[in-house]
């Protein structure tokens, strides 16, 4: 196998063997192929594609470039929720305790966050004492025993993604739909979980700015996943406002805990309870094939209202050695030294919002990292006070800054309020999911 003759083959569109693609990722991690020839084949594969069967030989690939995780000591099915990144994103904090509550497993593997995205292993290491590393028999143990556990990604899981997202990122592919499916598929699939719904966000906040785009994704890695044996179910959800009312690590837990009370915005708490009944879905119906979505609707609403699904929470963090007194009491949890309110300098009606902007904002007050090596400051963030479709009176509070570097303020100002585009008509809240893929098709709402 010569890489060059690899190069120019997907650069003419021909399609590429089983044997082509195993050898090349192997070689590549093996560190027989150097960086650039390597970039050259993504850029070919950004203007020419790959079909389905070779999407899942590149993500079979990937996937067993490193350890392939054996969930088989966790009792009963296992069920996994990825999401492709947005702003305010913190759903995993509740659904993992709701569907937990419902009597399913999670075992699940988290990442951190990047740029102007938020990472649900951040969210949780802003509990006191949170541990996201422990070791595997741990790890089952926590699952079997309570019913959930998260934790970091493990170091052996896909190098080959690693090493291929961090070329992509340098040389503008990282926006390639087969890629992306890719990347996100071979984590998945080597996470060992036996069904994934995946969370695909769409807007001025995610990877996929179209709703075209987004299912186009989504077919792809549902493809995947049932080509891989996995039942693999996805929602497409809107990404141009921020999910619920915060934007960094300890505010969105704190939100996400007042959720889990049955005091929730309502997007938020629409999305997180379309996530677990689509969970449950897949968890429960294999074993009862008369059991429908609104039947996992009411299971999940169930668990918020009896109190079961925030016990869950505490049994994680008490069962990861986080200090439980913070959950029941958040404010022991971390805060930053100061604020600043955005005050409406006009009157009229939020007609729509840039939601990379306020993950933008958020990242300038410290909530997230500019690099990898960054650190985090899990007080800092934002409170969204208003938001697309609400009106505005000259003097209200648009939106308050939290930050332990007073500095940062006058920036972050500068890039929120630029995210806010403000009319004089009423203009309609948006959708909050678009559709819902399946092995079968799209259904779109």
Known sequence: MRMYDIIDKKKNGMELSTEEIREMIKAYVEEQIPDYQMAAWLMAVYFQGMNNRELKDLTLAMAHSGEMIDLSPILGIKVDKHSTGGVGDKTTLAIAPIVAACGEKVAKMAGRGLGFTGGTIDKLESIPGFVTGLDQQTFFDNVNRIGLSVIGQTANITPADKKLYALRDVTATVDSIPLIAASVMSKKLASGSDKILLDVTCGSGAFMKTLEDAVKLAEIM????????????????????????????????????????????????????????????????????????????????????????????????????????????????????????????????????????????????????????????????????????????????????????????????????????????????????????????????
């Open 222 to 445: 549902v493809a995947i996943g049932e080509q891989a044996g996995r039942e693999t179910i996805a929602l497409i959800t809107n990404m141009d406002v921020p999910l619920g009312e915060t934007i960094g690590n300890a505010l969105e837990v704190k939100e996400i805990i007042e959720l889990l009370q049955g005091n929730a915005k309502e997007d938020l708490k629409e999305v997180c309870l379309a996530l677990a009944s689509n969970m449950l879905y897949l968890a429960k119906h294999g074993s009862n094939k008369n059991i429908t979505l609104e039947d996992c609707r009411k299971m999940a609403e169930e668990k918020i209202q009896d109190g079961n699904a925030f016990r869950k929470l505490k049994e994680m963090v008490t069962s990861q050695h986080g200090d439980v007194e913070a959950i029941e009491n958040t404010d022991k949890l971390p805060k930053a030294e100061y604020y600043y309110e955005i005050v409406a300098d006009v009157g009229g009606y939020i007609t729509s919002m840039d939601a990379k902007q306020c993950g933008m904002a958020s990242m300038i007050l410290g909530a997230g990292r500019e690099k990898k090596d960054s650190e985090i400051d899990f007080g800092a963030g934002i409170r969204l006070l208003k938001k697309t479709g609400d009106s505005l009176e000259v003097g209200d509070t648009i939106a308050t800054l939290y930050s332990n570097s007073y500095e940062t303020f006058k920036e972050a100002e500068k890039i929120l309020r630029s995210a806010y585009k403000i009319g004089r008509e009423v203009s309609q809240k948006e959708k909050l999911i678009y559709a819902r893929v399946t092995k079968e098709g799209i259904t779109y709402y």
